[in-house]
Structures are given as C-alpha cells and as structure tokens.
C-alpha cells in the first residue's frame, strides 16, 4: 500500500510562503502523476497542481504564477511551494498520486493564511 505523508502546513499571513512536501512510500519515478488538491470549509476538493511522469506541470488558475510544484525522485517527494498567499487559499492541502489505474491520497495538512 503506497503511503504519502505531507508536511510544511501552518498559519501565515497573507503575502508571505510555505512550502508543502509530500513524501512517498515508494520509487515516484513509475507514478503516472502527483499533485495536490485542497478543500476549503464548506467547498469541494480542487486540483491545485499536479505535475506527471515527464514534468510537465499544470496549475489553477488562480495560483498560477504563485505556487510551483515540483518532483524529486531521488528523495520520493513532490513539493509545492507557495507564494504571496492569500485568504482565500486557506484550506487542508491533499498530496495525491496516481499510478495506472490507482489512486492514493495523504491525510492532508492545514494551511491558514490570515492577517
């Protein structure tokens, strides 16, 4: 069973970064894709980037040009780094990966972005 464990959440305040990494179980190099989602109080589970086996990315509108995802897969992990937060991307961050037809998720870490 793959296991993907996050970490980096926190509370900021807006304008300033975090940076989330994702460490997983095992070698991500045969992962079809990772990336992550977020679900904020009250809204459903959104793509926020995901980046596939040949590392191209793709991105939410709304962050692109702030958050920047990236894999390494010498060290098993998938980092989003995440700048001039805002309020409103304040929500718990879900690392995901997917492999063939096989889908496997993080318990998630909470990011809150106040003033």
């Known amino acids: 069973q793959v296991q993907l464990v996050e970490s980096g959440g926190g509370l900021v305040q807006p304008g300033e970064s975090l940076r989330l990494s994702c460490a997983v179980s095992?070698?991500?190099?045969?992962?079809?894709?990772l990336g992550w989602y977020r679900q904020a109080p009250g809204k459903q589970r959104e793509l926020v980037a995901d980046i596939n086996v040949g590392g191209i990315t793709n991105y939410l509108d709304s962050v692109k040009g702030r958050f920047f995802i990236s894999r390494d897969n010498a060290e098993n992990t998938v980092n989003l780094q995440m700048n001039s937060l805002k309020s409103e991307d304040t929500g718990v961050y879900y690392c995901?990966?997917?492999?063939?037809?096989?889908?496997?998720w993080g318990q998630g870490t909470q990011v809150t972005v106040s003033s």
């Open positions: 095992e070698n991500i190099f045969n992962f079809n894709a």
């Open positions: 995901h990966s997917r492999i063939l037809r096989s889908e496997y």
